[in-house]
């Protein structure tokens, strides 16, 4: 299904929107502007289809993408579905508006059954900070399944990738609900995407 083209379905602005639980849901969560959107695009090759902004802050409710065809009822349920998020952190918007977000991003990863796995964007150059350790720590609370993935690699020497890549496995590997291994990425220069795609596979009905 990654040669279809996908479609946006709903735009969730608080947790009372959502749909029905369903078929299997990723997530795509991380700090404002680590590029969850850019990814989303560069994942199903559809430039635009998710959107992005230089500006943090950008995406502002919990976006569901599915693959085309599966937008209207009759077609059924789909058998994976992306959800674009909201960043947490710093964002160019008035703070009440920014917890709300929070708030949003928080309940809906503790509190989703149809959630099946959440990939946790870090920027390559900033590493885990220390609202990605809550997250984390929320996660694991709920036992949600996560994989690290690291955003942005085309802006680091392939060193201090590799530097990163052991650092950050060493700070998640005691970690219960993480993954064992992490998958490395640039959307601008298509890195990783590969990875991706097959950890969205399995997860597929
Ligand atoms: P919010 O929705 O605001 O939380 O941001 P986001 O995480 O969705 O980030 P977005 O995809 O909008 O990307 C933020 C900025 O980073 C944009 O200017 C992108 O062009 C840039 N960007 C995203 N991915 C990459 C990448 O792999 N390499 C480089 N060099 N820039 C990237
Ligand atoms: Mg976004």
Redesign the pocket.
Known sequence: FFAKPWVFVRGVPALKFLPPEGPPEIAFA??????????INALLGQKGL??????????QELNFFVPDGYGVVEAGLPPIVLV?M??YGY?KAPKDQVDAWTRLVFDYLRGRPSLKRVFL?IDARHGIKANDEEVMKLLDKAAMSYQIVL?????IKAPAVDKLVVETLERTKKRPAAFPSLIV?????GVGLDDLREAVLTLAE
């Open positions: 991380g700090r404002s502007n680590v590029g969850k959107s850019s990814l998710a959107r992005t902004s230089n500006t943090p802050g950008r995406t674009d909201p960043g964002a964007l955003t942005k690699t085309d802006k990425t640039s959307s601008e220069k």
